[in-house]
């Protein structure tokens, strides 16, 4: 708040007890270091600018560094806080403001080169109403401007993620209704549609929509479709390849594949007869990831006599969805589904190259 006496230093009204005003002063520094905030100066007539240790630390400034305006607004201000930052203290030398100088900007280092964010919160003093001292303090928020900048891009990813989802559960819906035989049918395929999509969802979550991991959705998702524990898949399929975490846009899209996979081979392929296997696989190759779907043991297969949601799943939509290429070939020994793409598709934090 601005404040028509000239400047008079914190404590110097009470000088009369010395053992009072240094707890006085020890409470002080005690509240400063609690709130890690520091102090600053500035001395309007001179142009002198005086700075404690942890403001000159926020700032990047050695000790011997010299601190005016001059060197704050060319060398320390961000480009980008520049214009903000000078309103805020035009507003604060007007005798007529009554509010505290407060502001946020980023600073960038002198000597370190570290951007900061840093709050400052100032008092101007005045004296026949000309403005001659702002006394304040400052500390650094650089966590809580990334703390909200990572929850402005979670929001963002959300609504995308959201609208995605929408999309695929309306094509799903679409899809399955005109395939089905009854309202019962597609009841009961819409609805395990839904838990598949669920379960990688289930899996993302977990790992905050870092990524999934291969073998867990594997598991997870013919686990469901046999209605066995998912550390029982074994006794019914053979699961090879290395530990890689999926990014949420492939997690999505392989655990459908995998859940029409395993649906069809219960109804159609090696999981409906005693004795009929499956074996799954992936690998990375040159940038590139492969992964096999290979029966055995079944029933003599067929392509079918139209493509159902199933079909053009493993055909086309998780192919185009990862930029890749997939086959089904119905060999005599066996169904066979095969799935390439760009490992930058596929693999959580991949670069090119690694």
Request: hydrophobic share 40%; proline share 4%; with cysteine.
């Amino acid at each position: 708040m601005s404040e028509t006496s000239s400047y008079e230093p914190l404590g110097a009204s009470d000088q009369s007890d010395p053992l009072e005003q240094a707890f006085t002063i020890e409470r002080m520094k005690l509240a400063l270091d609690a709130g890690r905030i520091g102090l600053w100066d500035w001395n309007l007539v001179t142009g002198e600018v005086l700075l404690d240790e942890r403001v000159r630390a926020l700032w990047g400034l050695s000790k011997d560094a010299p601190a005016n305006l001059d060197v704050f607004r060319a060398a320390l201000l961000h480009p980008s806080d520049k214009k903000r930052t000078q309103e805020a203290i035009v507003q604060a030398l007007d005798p007529e403001n009554v509010d505290d100088y407060e502001a946020e900007y980023r600073v960038i280092g002198q000597d370190d080169k570290v951007e900061r964010w840093v709050s400052v919160r100032g008092r101007t003093f005045f004296d026949a109403g000309r403005a001659v001292r702002i006394v304040g303090t400052a500390r650094d928020i650089t966590w809580r401007k990334h703390r909200e900048q990572h929850v402005r891009t979670l929001l963002r990813e959300l609504v995308h993620r959201s609208k995605n989802i929408l999309a695929v559960v309306q094509s799903m819906s679409r899809q399955t209704s005109a395939g089905a035989a009854s309202v019962e049918e597609y009841q009961r395929k819409f609805s395990a549609r839904l838990q598949a999509l669920s379960m990688a969802h289930d899996l993302l979550i977990s790992q905050d929509w870092r990524g999934a991991s291969m073998h867990d959705l594997v598991r997870a998702q013919i686990a469901y479709c046999l209605d066995v524990g998912a550390g029982e898949i074994g006794e019914h399929a053979h699961v090879e390849g290395p530990k890689i975490m999926l990014k949420p846009e492939a997690a999505q899209n392989i655990g459908l594949a995998l859940h029409e996979l395993t649906a069809n081979a219960l109804t159609y392929g090696a999981f409906s007869v005693a004795g009929g296997s499956i074996s799954l696989s992936w690998r990375i190759e040159a940038d590139r990831f492969f992964f096999v779907w290979r029966e055995s043991g079944g029933p003599a297969v067929a392509p079918p006599p139209r493509a159902g949601f199933g079909h053009k799943v493993l055909r086309r939509l998780v192919a185009q969805a990862l930029d890749g290429a997939a086959t089904l070939d119905f060999l005599p020994e066996g169904f066979v589904w095969t799935l390439s793409a760009p490992t930058r598709s596929i693999i959580a934090n991949y670069r090119e190259g690694g």
